[in-house]
Nanobody, 127 residues
Framework: QVQLVESGGGLVQAGGSLRLSCAAS????????MGWFRQAPGKEREFVAA????????YYADSVKGRFTISRDNAKNTVYLQMNSLKPEDTAVYYC????????????????????WGQGTQVTVSS
């Protein structure tokens, strides 16, 4: 069982930056592949970024590529999402998710591939 708690959301102007954190409980965090998703009002939850358990592989949605960076610190049981050059269309509730990781290079991009979810943190980007 893994429990995930996101933090770091808030209100920021367009062009600004935020760093989201997701703290995981349990001693086996290092074997879990992690992902970030987001859900805007009236829209389905969508994939944002993913990282393999070894950090050897990362993957991003086209909409955030070059602006967002996912990373993890297995010693701290934490995954991060650094968000730069934020746009109003990035406004959403951001969720982190975990799944047993498979090979060291594996990452996952679909909602149904993840077993554990956090409660979400709101990110609002004003124009």
């Amino acid at each position: 069982q893994v429990q995930l708690v996101e933090s770091g959301g808030g209100l920021v102007q367009a062009g600004g930056s935020l760093r989201l954190s997701c703290a995981a409980s349990g001693r086996t965090f290092s074997v879990y592949a992690m992902g970030w998703f987001r859900q805007a009002p009236g829209k389905e939850r969508e994939f944002v970024a993913a990282i393999s358990w070894s950090s050897s592989s990362t993957y991003y949605a086209d909409s955030v590529k070059g602006r967002f960076t996912i990373s993890r610190d297995n010693a701290k049981n934490t995954v991060y999402l650094q968000m730069n050059s934020l746009k109003p269309e990035d406004t959403a509730v951001y969720y982190c998710a975990a799944t047993r990781g498979g090979r060291s290079s594996y990452y996952y991009t679909r909602n149904d591939e993840y077993d554990y979810w956090g409660q979400g943190t709101q990110v609002t980007v004003s124009s």
